[in-house]
């Protein structure tokens, strides 16, 4: 079961804005739909006459998700405002890439996500973007493909970026894209994870890397104890995309939480799991790490989690596993392990 949500007041407030501008657009073809949670705008564009085409790179809620756009050639296309920089600069210019000469984009989002400043990144590629709405906290730019214009960087290959990550055996690339969690560095929980991992016995385990990222935890897991076998699974495809390059043989799952999971069975679940979806916080994700992890777990699996330190973990651990211990408090995280 993928994880039920109720949508930001940024999404409902967004999409209206963009459905008001479509409906008013008089647009047919084909028109990309991009970064979407809800369906107003798809539906806004076949009342318009177009017909939508949606790209979701989030697998949220069973949605199928891939890491690029599909091929064009479009009419038009609309993008929900990502969370961030380099996310809007590669989702722009993958829009360019498919959209035909004189096609309109129309970026949208909330004043509080940069939908104010969004300009900054069109321009360089589009040209001059307008302000075409506005209300609710939100608006909507307009920016055209115009013939002659910059080259989109139109392909996912285009944005990748190797650096260098130091792991027990020396230093190895490392590679990852624009909007993936800690991109090129490893962030501090996930640090005091992988210390709390060296007393975990792994040799000839099956282990699934959940909310995986780049990959990082795997990596480091299999460097540690090569004859692990270890799953990754994320919700965002562009992160698997990087995982899959990072860990080559390694099994992929697009997943919204234990969503994709059917009949898998771990000796071991480890996590560094979310505690953000776009700008909203929320702890859904982690609570159903752990609620659900002993369904996909064997009979003497476990689950290891590191959380911020002052996250009330304890009663809800103690409540799914047998065994609840805290493997490691370090700085500002907590690493959780629970066992039946
Ligand atoms: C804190 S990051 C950890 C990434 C990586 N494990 C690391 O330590 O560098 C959390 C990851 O959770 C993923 N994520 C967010 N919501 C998710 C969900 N509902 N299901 C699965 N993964 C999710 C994000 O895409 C992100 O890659």
């Known amino acids: 079961m993928s994880l039920k949500r109720s949508a930001d007041w940024r999404d409902r407030a967004a999409s209206e804005l963009m459905s ?15 970064l979407e949670p809800l369906p107003e705008v798809a539906a806004a564009v076949s009342e318009a ?5 949606s790209w979701h790179r989030f697998a949220r809620e069973g949605k199928k998700a891939s890491a690029w756009v599909p091929a064009g050639p479009f009419a038009a296309a609309t993008l929900r405002l990502p969370k961030a920089k380099d996310e809007l600069e590669m989702a722009v210019h993958a829009a360019a890439s498919v959209l035909e000469v004189d096609a309109p984009l129309w970026v949208y989002g909330a004043n509080d996500e940069g939908a104010g400043s969004a300009d ?33 960087r139109g392909t996912l290959n285009e944005w990748r970026r190797s650096t260098s990550l130091e792991f027990p055996a020396g230093p190895r690339e490392w590679i990852s894209y624009p909007g993936i969690f800690a991109h090129g560095r490893v962030d501090p929980g996930t640090r005091v994870l992988l210390a709390a991992m060296r007393t975990v016995r792994l040799a000839g385990r099956h282990v699934l890397d959940f909310a995986c990222g780049s990959g990082i ?31 080559t043989g390694a099994r992929l799952i697009s997943s919204d939480g234990f969503g994709a ?10 996590s560094n799991p979310p505690y953000h979806e776009g ?12 609620r659900g992890a002993p369904d996909y777990l064997k009979a ?9 330190r002052g ?11 047998k065994t609840v211990e805290v493997s490691l408090d370090e700085g500002l995280y907590r690493v959780w392990f629970g066992k039946n």
Request: net charge positive; with cysteine; hydrophobic share 50%.
């Open 49 to 53: 006459g177009g017909q939508a085409r």
């Open 300 to 308: 003497a699996g476990s689950l290891m989690l590191v959380t911020r």
């Open 311 to 321: 996250f009330p973990m304890a009663a809800l651990m103690k409540s799914t596993f």
């Open 279 to 290: 700008k909203a916080e929320t702890r859904g994700v982690v609570e159903n790490l752990i």
């Open 261 to 270: 999971l059917e009949r898998e069975r771990y000796d071991l679940i480890v």
């Open 20 to 34: 008001g501008v479509l409906s008013g657009a008089g647009i047919t073809g084909n028109v990309l739909v991009m």
């Open 120 to 152: 900054r990144v069109i321009d360089p590629l589009m040209g001059p973007a307008r302000t075409v709405a506005s209300g609710g906290r939100c608006r909507v730019l307009e920016a055209f493909r115009r013939a002659g214009g910059p080259r989109p």
């Open 217 to 247: 935890v795997g990596a480091f897991l299999l460097a540690h104890e090569p004859t692990a076998r270890v799953d990754l699974l994320d919700v965002d495809s562009v992160a698997l995309a990087a995982a899959g390059e990072n860990i």
